[in-house]
Every structure is written in C-alpha cells, then in structure tokens.
C-alpha cells in the first residue's frame, strides 16, 4: 500500500513539474514540440483545468506549432466534459481536413458527450458510423454507449449491445470481450430495471471468464435483489462477497441496511452499523438518514432524534435529507411543533429546503387544524424561492376541504385550471372527495364526469370516493351502476367499496344484491369486514323467516348467501349453522 501511495505522488509530482517547465517554455516564446504540449494538455485535462486548456491551446497555434491527432482528441475530451458538444464535433471537422484518422478514444469522448446531454439516439448512429472512419470500438467505446443506454431507460438496447460485443455477431464482426467496469454497467442497468434475474445470468458468466467481480458488482446486484424483495438472494450474496475476500464499502451496507429498515428489522440494521465500523469503514450522511428513516418508521422518533443529534459528533454533517427525514417523522407523530422547530434550526444552519421539506409540513398542519400557519408557510415558502409541485396543491386542496374549507379549495383549484396548471388525479380525488363529503353530489359529480375531457382516467380511489358519496345520499342504483362501469374498465374493486356497497343495500333490505355482492367478493377472494358480515347473517334471517315459502326467490337467495358466508367467513359459522337449519324445515334442499 506504502509502494501505491509514493508512486502516485511521484506521478503526480513528475506531471506538475512537466507542467511548470513547459508553461515557463511557451512564456519565453521558445519552441518545443507538440507531444510536450500534450503531456500539458492530458495532465490539466485530469485535473478538470478545461478552460486552461483551450486558452493553451490557442497559444500553441501562435507557436507555429501543427496540433496532431492527440491534441485534438484532448480538445474534444474537454469540450465534451464542459458540456460543448456542438464544440467538439467542430473539432472532429479539423481533425479529417487535417488528413487524421480519428481512433476509437476520439470517438469514445464523442459518445460520452453526447450521452452526457442524454442525446443517445445521436450516439448510438454516431458508433454504428465509426466504420465509415475506418474505426473499430473498443472495450471503452462499447462499455461508454452501453452506460448512455442504461442510464436513458433502453437497458434493453444495450443489453443487445453487449451481447454482440461478447460475441461478435453484430455489425463490426469483431469480439471486444468486456470488462468489470462492463459487466458491472450492465449488470446495474439490469437489475435497476428489475431484470434481476438476467443480471445474475451475466454475474455467473462473469465469473466462468475468470473476470473477478467486485464491490460495484455485488453491491448492483444486492441492490437487484432488495428491490425484488427477495432478501435471502440479496443476504446469500452479501455473504458471498466477503467469503471470496470482496470488502463490501459504504455503499454496499447502505443498500442493505435500507432494506432492513424498509422492513422494520432496526436491530438487524443495528448490528449491520456496528459490524460496518467494526471493519473500520466510517458511516456516511446516507447511512445515517437511512437508519433515522427506519427508526420513524417503526415509531421510534427518540431513537431517530437521537441518532440525528450524535450524527455530527461521528463526524456527519446533517443535510436536508437528514431533516425532511426527522420532520417527516415528527409529523406522522402529530408533533408539528418539533417539526417546525427543525425547520427553523436548518435555515439557521444554511440548509436550504427543498419543496419535500414544505409539502410534509403543509400536511402535518393540516392534519392538527392549523390552516391558517400553512398558509403562511405557503407564503414563506414562495419568499424562500422554491416552487411548489402538484403535491404541493394537492395538500391545499385535501386540506382545505378536510378543514371545511370547501370554497377556499374550489377557488384553488378552479385558478389551477385556468392557468393551465397540470392537476393529476389525486387532485380531483382530493376535491371529489371534499365535495361527496357537505352534500355536493351533482358538482362532485360533474367534476368526475369531466375526467375524461382533461385527460385523465379515474381509479380504485375515485370510483371508492364516488361510490360512497352515493351509496351515503340513498342512490344506490347511481353507484352500482358505477360499480358495474368500473369492472368494465378493468379495474379492480377493493375491499372498500364492497363493504360500502354492501352498507347501502343493506341499509334498503335488497337482500338479492347483497347475495350478488357476496358471490362476487367470494370470486375474487375479499373477505367482508366482520361487523358488516354480522349484519348480513341477520339480514338473511330476517327475510327467511319473513318468506317461508317453498320456492320464493327471496327463500332461495336466502339460502345462496347462507351457503356463500359458510365458505367465506369460517367466524360466523354457528350463526350461518342456524340459517342452514332452518332451510331444512323450510323445505329448502341443500346442495
């Protein structure tokens, strides 16, 4: 390690003196030759001094000087990482006037550039014409396109890409065998994809080549894992990287103490801390966050506040994600008041919110009443230069309407309309909702209608809200027919709106489409809430004792609910035992 440290000092050393000599060189208007400008150029273009280097160049024109193939590439390497692509491929003109053939670094900074402005269409026709160049891609040319394709959502793409690249069978016919920085963008492209499966089919090729995985590998990998919820694969590879000598760094135990903490494991995610310094890798920002995250979750706001308080005593510095954590917290627990104390420490410390650290405050607010403080906020929020989202409004408008605030809200969102502002379907929900609630069915109602003529299609939660809205004003054929409207769309009733549905016929004794209810929550497995249940049984009792008669189709309605409780609801067993009996006596044959 001591060997390492001197020969990168020496490198760096040896740069800076090359550095100096040659800028003394050109201040005495002496000539030398162009690889020593080169050597210049390459070494400011890694310490990131772009500018520095086109200014240099310009000189190196006035020297008399002929930039070769090099140069050139440097220049275009420097444009790219200052985000002047025009400038580069400008650059490229000069290089064939010049009678150079560009190689495949001239090209591979052409594509990053380009795919650092998320142009990958352009870089992907730019590689397949590097044989019109008289150029073949290599390792780095192939590895950079596949990263812009990943990072742009075409995983797919580049997966293709890879596979000719190993395999030789695309357009240039030449293996370019990849490497670990290769596999490992692949690999992670895959599995944030959720392609997880095929990223562990490249993991074991990877290691039947002989191509040693690495931290970046597994921790990609684990990631894939976690995210599919699978946490014995992810738990089995953790493992497995340090059984074959692979250090797993901070990045690697935040992926899973993430996932812990998702799933309430805070001991578990605990012990993984302590191990992690055990091993002498010092918790960063986001280990923290994630771990004060977790203990919210699970209710533990003193941990959370105490881990946040000794964050910067281990030397962490706190930063907004750290305190939209903790306010978040605090307002789930109804203690807005700490939130906002939170809030005022982090302006005092220079830590600007962001829309995240407002939108939870607006809703913790108007969760405790305190309409007229979000308001303000609202107010010192747009003071404070950040503007507000859909979420932002959203709150506004479920708050308002929750508060009684109905015509405030109405107001809000019908100016939203009209500067064209872009509400989403939680929006309408939210004043949907608000309106059901005072007796405002026929507006609610229009507002649900015109779903359709903005854009937008109504979900589980809008049919949910507009069905009891109906079912609670006594128009019940309106909301089954809105029921029936919504399994045609293909959508999915939940357990809500069948025990709201339920309620209602209930509530006007239509004991036959309770029974067509009750069929239906039997074919898609949804179990009635046990109170409502309870008043089912009583209700087919009512009607069987009501009409004894032999073949009435009450009496036989009768008897299919009996027989649909019995298999749902093993609970009310004894109850529906009674019912069963007494089809029986009553003539009723079971089946």
């Known amino acids: 390690m001591m060997n390492i440290g001197w020969c990168f000092a020496a490198t760096v050393l040896r740069s800076l003196i090359i550095c100096v000599m040659l800028v003394l060189v050109i201040s005495s208007g002496e000539v030398c030759p162009v690889s020593s400008f080169n050597i210049l150029f390459g070494c400011l273009a890694k310490n990131k001094h772009y500018d520095t280097v086109l200014s240099l160049f310009k000189r190196l024109n006035s020297t008399g000087l002929f930039p070769n193939l090099c140069t050139y590439s440097i220049l275009i390497n420097c444009f790219c990482k200052m985000g002047r692509v025009s400038h580069s491929f400008v650059v490229l003109g000069r290089i064939l006037r010049s009678c150079f053939t560009p190689n495949a670094v001239t090209f591979t900074s052409l594509i990053k550039g380009l795919c650092a402005e998320s142009r990958i269409v352009e870089a992907a026709a730019l590689f397949t014409k590097l044989r019109v160049f008289g150029c073949e891609p290599d390792v780095f040319t192939y590895t950079t396109l596949i990263n812009g394709l990943c990072r742009t959502g075409h995983t797919i793409v580049a997966l293709n890409l890879f596979e000719e690249m190993a395999n030789g069978n695309g357009e240039f016919g030449v293996v370019c065998e990849p490497n670990t920085v290769t596999y490992n963008t692949i690999t992670d492209g895959l599995c944030k994809e959720g392609f997880v499966d095929k990223a562990k089919e490249l993991f074991l090729q990877m290691k039947g080549k002989n191509i040693n995985p690495d931290a970046v590998t597994y921790t990609s990998l684990i990631r894939g894992f976690c995210y599919a919820n699978d946490w014995n694969k992810a738990k089995h590879l953790f493992i497995e990287m340090m059984d074959q000598g692979v250090q797993p760094d901070v990045v690697t135990f935040n992926v899973i103490m993430d996932e812990l903490c998702k799933n309430g494991k805070m001991e578990e995610a605990s012990r993984l801390l302590e191990l992690m310094i055990l091993r002498g890798l010092n918790p960063n920002t986001s280990t923290y966050n994630t771990l004060i995250d977790g203990y919210c979750l699970s209710g533990?706001?003193?941990?959370?506040?105490e881990l946040f308080v000794s964050m910067e005593s281990n030397g962490c510095m706190h930063d907004v994600v750290s305190y939209n954590t903790l306010i978040n917290g605090y307002c789930k627990t109804k203690d807005v008041e700490e939130s906002l104390n939170l809030y005022s420490e982090m302006l005092s410390k220079g830590i600007r919110p962001t829309v995240v650290t407002y939108n939870t405050l607006f809703h913790g607010l108007f969760e405790i009443h305190q309409v007229e403080h979000a308001l303000k906020l609202f107010d010192e929020m747009q003071h404070n230069y950040v503007a507000a989202d859909t979420v932002t409004y959203n709150n506004f408008i479920d708050g308002l309407c929750k508060n009684g605030y109905i015509v405030e809200a109405v107001e809000l969102f019908r100016t939203l309309r009209i500067l064209k502002y872009e509400l989403n379907i939680v929006s309408y929900n939210c004043l949907i909702d608000g309106l059901c609630k005072i007796g405002k069915l026929e507006t609610a109602w229009e507002l649900f209608s015109s779903l359709p003529h903005v854009g937008l299609m109504a979900?589980?939660?809008?049919?949910?809200?507009?069905?009891?809205?109906?079912?609670?004003?006594?128009?019940?054929d309106k909301a089954r027919g809105l029921f029936l409207d919504m399994e045609a769309k293909g959508l999915e009733p939940n357990f809500v709106i069948f025990n709201t549905l339920m309620l209602g016929f209930i509530r006007n004794n239509e004991t036959s489409k309770v029974i067509e209810l009750l069929h239906r929550m039997d074919k898609r497995n949804v179990m009635p809430d046990a109170s409502i249940l309870s008043i089912v049984v009583d209700l087919l009792c009512v009607s069987s004792a009501l009409k004894p008669d032999l073949g009435n189709p009450i009496l036989i309605t009768t008897c299919?609910?009996?027989?649909?409780?019995?298999?749902?609801?093993?609970?009310?067993?004894?109850?529906?035992?009674?019912?069963?009996?007494?089809?029986?006596?009553?003539?009723?044959?079971?089946?």
């Open 300 to 305: 533990k706001i003193d941990r959370a506040r």
């Open 459 to 476: 979900n589980v939660v809008t049919y949910n809200i507009m069905i009891h809205g109906l079912c609670n004003d006594g128009q019940m």
């Open 560 to 591: 299919e609910g009996v027989l649909c409780i019995v298999g749902m609801f093993p609970g009310r067993v004894n109850r529906a035992k009674e019912l069963f009996v007494s089809m029986e006596s009553m003539g009723c044959k079971h089946t």
